[in-house]
T-cell receptor, first 109, second 115 residues
Framework: DAKTTQPPSMDCAEGRAANLPCNHS???????VYWYRQIHSQGPQYIIH???NNETNEMASLIITEDRKSSTLILPHATLRDTAVYYC??????????FGAGTTVTVRA | ETGVTQSPTHLIKTRGQQVTLRCSSQ?????VSWYQQALGQGPQFIFQ???????GRGNFPPRFSGLQFPNYSSELNVNALELDDSALYLC??????????????FGPGTRLTVL
């Protein structure tokens, strides 16, 4: 699986959009980009995933650059409950989700 | 709410003992994956089962073993427990083979403490 690089931490103001970057410069053509988050020792929660096109669901938007070397997860209106560790993962058909250290996002009132 | 449940929630064992952790997947999900998460780290892939067959393994010794049953339940067994086995153990289920555009849904985890 391609290695991903994320900033270790970031702050966000409540009600504002949170933009979480992820670098995956060695991603291969068939690797998907997945985002999960984990709130204080609970099980990771699936957020969104994509291959080439931008994706949006009720939780977030995923913007993937045309060369697929990086992506951004957007939480449109961050709330205090969005405080969590966010993991960006590049996963191929070989099924293993390789979690790195993630980005610790703190939403402040 | 992912529909994936795990039991027990917490467990304390002593070094050298054996432990069995259980997971109940979403109905219809053919794949279950197990992960170990040490304190302060991201989850690490242990192995995956697809339709009751092991479908791949991470960098874990053979004393970590698993079973998957036709009723969407599964087990993680760890023999000869070591202190470093203390961790949160997570199971995740998915319909097909995870990573192929499918989505893994995680349970709440079992916190294992080895004394």
């Amino acid at each position: 699986d391609a290695k991903t690089t994320q900033p270790p931490s970031m702050d966000c103001a409540e009600g504002r959009a949170a933009n979480l970057p992820c670098n995956h410069s060695t991603i291969s053509g068939n690797e998907y980009v997945y985002w999960y988050r984990q709130i204080h020792s609970q099980g990771p929660q699936y957020i969104i995933h994509g291959l080439k096109n931008n994706e949006t669901n009720e939780m977030a938007s995923l913007i993937i650059t045309e060369d697929r070397k990086s992506s951004t997860l957007i939480l449109p209106h961050a709330t205090l409950r969005d405080t969590a560790v966010y993991y960006c993962i590049a996963a191929y058909y070989d099924y293993k989700l390789s979690f790195g250290a993630g980005t610790t996002v703190t939403v402040r009132a | 709410e992912t529909g994936v449940t795990q039991s027990p929630t917490h467990l304390i064992k002593t070094r050298g003992q054996q432990v069995t952790l259980r997971c109940s997947s979403q109905s219809g999900h053919n794949t279950v994956s197990w992960y170990q998460q040490a304190l302060g780290q991201g989850p690490q892939f242990i192995f995956q089962y697809y339709r009751e067959e092991e479908n791949g393994r991470g960098n874990f010794p053979p004393r970590f073993s698993g079973l998957q049953f036709p009723n969407y339940s599964s087990e993680l067994n760890v023999n000869a427990l070591e202190l470093d086995d203390s961790a949160l153990y997570l199971c995740a289920s998915s319909f097909g083979l995870a990573g192929a555009g499918d989505t893994q849904y995680f349970g709440p985890g079992t916190r294992l403490t080895v004394l």
